[in-house]
């Protein structure tokens, strides 16, 4: 059975203070492997895709990473405006979808 | 504007009284999908289908049905609700089946009492 597994659960971050958070996963026949952004109240929305180790992608402060077994989203002199819950996901060799339960981020000025 | 809907938002209703929350999207999106998503147990895919009259089981498909008649369309469908499937509602959709750029739809937040 697929599984991801996300820490830590909740980061406070002072603005500017870099970080990462960890995605671990078993996964039948990996696919790929997304992350998501998720603001209060709202849908989830992408960031990145990931399809094999060594792949790395960068958006703005944000940079994701893969080995075999888990992916790190780096988070560079993070803002306030970062503050949300990121979401990491992968997509086994049967097309399902399978979430990790979070990392809720919190950045103070 | 390109977008996922979803109606309805918010739902209240009674335990057995069969009901349909809609999904459609406009952009020509091959994957859609949904999700239900509860504190502390996360985002989790209720069916998911891969293109028309292609549907797949998810994490969690009891208590639900869902059918692909149209691209656009993926409507969600509870027989009979029960109070355990109260929950934060999602559909999603993306382009390719593996590309997953998902769009999400902004969510329906149903309770059954």
């Known amino acids: 059975e697929d599984q991801v597994t996300q820490s830590p659960e909740a980061l406070r971050l002072q603005e500017g203070e870099s970080s990462s958070l960890n995605c671990s996963y078993t996964?039948?026949?990996?696919?790929?492997l997304f992350w998501y952004r998720q603001d209060p109240g709202k849908g989830p929305e992408f960031l990145f895709t990931?399809?094999?180790a060594g792949e790395e992608k960068e958006k703005e402060r944000l940079k994701a990473t893969l080995t075999k077994k888990e992916s790190f989203l780096h988070i560079t002199a993070p803002k306030p405006e970062d503050s949300a819950t990121y979401l990491c996901?992968?997509?086994?060799?049967?097309?399902?979808?399978?979430f990790g339960k979070g990392t809720s981020l919190l950045v103070t000025p | 504007e390109a977008q996922v809907t979803q109606n309805p938002r918010y739902l209240i209703t009674v335990t057995g009284k069969k009901l349909t929350v809609t999904c459609s999207q406009n952009?020509?999106?091959?994957?859609m999908s949904w999700y239900r998503q509860d504190p502390g147990l996360g985002l989790r895919q209720i069916y998911y289908?891969?293109?028309?009259?292609?549907?797949d089981k998810g994490d969690v498909p009891e208590g639900y049905k869902v059918s692909r008649k149209e691209k656009r369309n993926f409507p969600l469908i509870l027989e009979s609700p029960s109070p355990n499937q109260t929950s934060l509602y999602f559909c999603?959709?993306?382009?390719?089946?593996?590309?997953?750029?998902?769009?999400f739809g902004p969510g329906t937040r149903l309770t059954v009492l």
């Open positions: 952009m020509n999106h091959e994957y």
């Open positions: 996901a992968v997509q086994n060799s049967g097309y399902a979808l399978n």
């Open positions: 289908s891969m293109n028309v009259e292609v549907t």
């Open positions: 990931l399809y094999s």
């Open positions: 996964v039948s026949g990996l696919r790929g």
């Open positions: 999603a959709s993306s382009f390719g089946t593996t590309d997953n750029e998902q769009f």
